[in-house]
């Protein structure tokens, strides 16, 4: 089944511990981004990836980093999160970068930092 | 800058009413717009999208959306809503870089 997966769904950490969120899909999509939503706000881009090796600021990028070593995956790290970053996670892809292209989505990871 | 607006942020439709989400948008050029669902606890969906052409979209789901350029607007419409319906809708613009920018959504509740 074509899909991207999110790890873990739910996670509740403390100010400052380091955490990475895992974002895989199988449908060999070159274009991979993060999002986060917060209500009232929408999703808001944090990073993209247009391909392997290719990654760049979205939005609201600060405080968080990614890689993208391979195409499948494209994990979000927070090196050391705070309670600002608690929000609802989702990582999406989709076959290349041309805006015409349906993204799709992660089913969302749900982090709150205490 | 491309930005989307959704003026409801919450509405409550009777089950078997219609239905129209509305969405305004800012973009220079002819936009490309999409309507997302996010149903409880999952991911989005895509419901439908616009590029060019016939300015009446039909999606999945039952759903259609009509694309106004005088108006700025892609309002989403279902003739006759489902409580599997109740759910929160994004409206979503294509901006600069090829980036999605979204409404602030609207969530969508539906009386039995």
């Known amino acids: 089944e074509a899909q991207v997966t999110q790890n873990p769904r739910y996670l509740i950490t403390v100010t400052g511990k380091k955490l990475t969120v895992t974002c895989s899909q199988n449908m060999n999509h070159e274009y991979m981004s993060w999002y986060r939503q917060d209500p009232g706000l929408g999703l808001r881009q944090i990073y993209y990836s247009m391909n392997v090796e290719a990654t760049d600021k979205g939005d609201v990028p600060e405080g968080y980093k990614v890689s993208r070593k391979e195409k499948r995956n494209f994990p979000l790290i927070l090196e050391s999160p705070s309670p600002n970053q608690t929000s609802l996670y989702f990582c999406?892809?989709?076959?290349?970068?041309?805006?015409?292209?349906?993204?799709?989505f992660g089913p969302g990871t749900r982090l709150t930092v205490l | 800058a491309q930005s989307v607006t959704q003026p409801d942020i919450h509405i409550t439709v009777s089950e078997g009413a219609s239905l129209e989400l509305r969405c305004n948008y800012s973009?220079?050029?002819?936009?490309?717009l999409f309507w997302y669902v996010q149903s409880p606890g999952q991911g989005l969906q895509l419901l439908l999208k616009y590029f060019s052409g016939d300015t009446l979209v039909q999606g999945i789901k039952g759903f259609e959306a009509e694309f106004k350029r005088s108006q700025s607007s892609f309002n989403l419409r279902k003739p006759s809503v489902h409580w599997s319906d109740a759910a929160e809708y994004f409206c979503?613009?294509?901006?600069?870089?090829?980036?999605?920018?979204f409404g602030q959504g609207t969530r969508l509740t539906i009386n039995p």
């Open positions: 979503a613009v294509v901006g600069g870089a090829q980036k999605l920018v």
């Open positions: 999406a892809s989709s076959l290349t970068s041309g805006g015409y292209n349906e993204q799709f």
């Open positions: 973009y220079g050029a002819t936009p490309y």
